[in-house]
């Protein structure tokens, strides 16, 4: 079966570091996204890798190893209002996306 | 980034009315749209994957009697949730996706169902 695993809640500390980890086991692979969700909100996109390697954007960046079947969001000089869920999705072989059950990240002052 | 345009945002009906949710791309085409349901502190779940101009794929467990799905144009699909129930009751989110399997989906901002 197709399956996408993360963490499910985390709590760091405004200003730090996180990273939030996904594995997955899917059939075949067309890319990995990470999507942030805040409560009642829809989802919005963060990232997408589809290459092994480290891709950064300002504070944000994904990281995927296709060979482990792993892939990391890192948030640097986290704020507030990075509290939110982090969710990891793999699309598959017929595109189609397999969504992980999300990652709530809680900032601490 | 593209725009998907879902409406209405939330939505309060009576038990054993139906509710109609729009979805549209605003600046592009959407050949595929997708329509998901999410409980409190759940992720995404897949209830269909609609196509312009057929019909709806329908997840398993998913009633399409129940949840009709139309997508009649490249640029707007609907789902009524017919006979509404409170169990019916969560946060139903479209997503849109251009040409080509590969594109990013893009998501509407949601809508809460409230089912009394």
């Known amino acids: 079966g197709q399956n996408i695993d993360q963490p499910t809640e985390m709590t760091a500390t405004e200003g730090a570091i996180v990273q939030i980890n996904c594995t997955y086991q899917t059939s075949g692979f067309n890319g990995l996204f990470w999507y942030q969700q805040h409560a009642g909100e829809a989802p919005t996109f963060l990232s997408y890798?589809?290459l092994d390697g480290l891709e950064e954007k300002g504070r944000f960046s994904s990281f995927l190893s296709r060979s482990k079947g792993y892939s990391y969001l890192l948030l640097k000089e986290l704020q507030m209002k990075d509290s939110a869920s982090y969710l990891c999705?793999?699309?598959?072989?017929?595109?189609?996306?397999?969504w992980g059950a999300g990652t709530k990240l809680i900032i601490k002052p | 980034g593209a725009v998907v345009s879902q409406h209405p945002s939330w939505v309060i009906c009576k038990s054993g009315t139906s509710v109609k949710i729009e979805c549209r791309s605003l600046?592009?085409?959407?050949?595929?749209m997708f329509w998901y349901r999410q409980f409190p502190k759940q992720s995404l779940m897949l209830m269909a994957t609609?196509?312009?101009?057929?019909?709806?794929?329908?997840e398993q467990g998913v009633e399409k009697d129940k949840f009709l799905i139309n997508h009649a144009s490249l640029t707007l699909s609907t789902l009524t949730v017919t006979s509404a129930h409170p169990e019916d009751s969560s946060f139903y989110i479209c997503?849109?996706?251009?040409?080509?399997?590969?594109?990013?989906?893009?998501f509407g901002q949601g809508t809460r169902l409230t089912v009394v």
């Open positions: 609609s196509n312009e101009g057929s019909k709806a794929t329908y």
């Open positions: 890798n589809v």
């Open positions: 997503s849109a996706r251009g040409q080509g399997g590969d594109t990013e989906a893009f």
């Open positions: 999705a793999v699309m598959d072989s017929n595109y189609q996306l397999i």
């Open positions: 600046d592009f085409q959407a050949t595929t």
